[in-house]
């Protein structure tokens, strides 16, 4: 089981830069890859960036990439997000999730096995 905690969420700019962060619970954080997802009111919620158990491979949703950066250190069992060139269609909650795939990267929100509370992210045009 692993229990998740994101954080580093709030106000900025257009054009500003947040980075997020998710810990991890638990000594198998390195068993599991790990995905970003957000929702925005009155949508479904989006994948936005994932990373294999190693960090040696990521992928991103297209409406992020060159934006984006995820990355993790498994040593702290933690997981980042560092978001720059922040837009107003950016802001949403963000989400980390837990895939015990490991070695796979998913992009649908169903394979994920375990998830954090969120962290609202604003964007300010």
């Known amino acids: 089981q692993v229990q998740l905690v994101e954080s580093g969420g709030g106000l900025v700019q257009a054009g500003g830069s947040l980075r997020l962060s998710c810990a991890a619970s638990?000594?198998?954080?390195?068993?599991?890859?790990m995905g970003w997802f957000r929702q925005a009111p009155g949508k479904e919620r989006e994948f936005v960036a994932a990373?294999?158990?190693?960090?040696?491979?990521?992928y991103y949703a297209d409406s992020v990439k060159g934006r984006f950066a995820i990355s993790r250190d498994n040593a702290k069992n933690t997981v980042y997000l560092q978001m720059n060139s922040l837009k107003p269609e950016d802001t949403a909650v963000y989400y980390c999730?837990?895939?015990?795939?490991?070695?796979?990267?998913?992009?649908?929100?169903?394979?994920?096995?375990?998830w954090g509370q969120g962290t609202q992210v604003t964007v300010s045009s």
């Open positions: 999730a837990a895939d015990r795939s490991r070695v796979q990267l998913h992009t649908t929100h169903r394979e994920y096995d375990h």
């Open positions: 638990g000594r198998t954080f390195s068993s599991y890859a």
């Open positions: 990373i294999n158990w190693s960090g040696g491979s990521t």
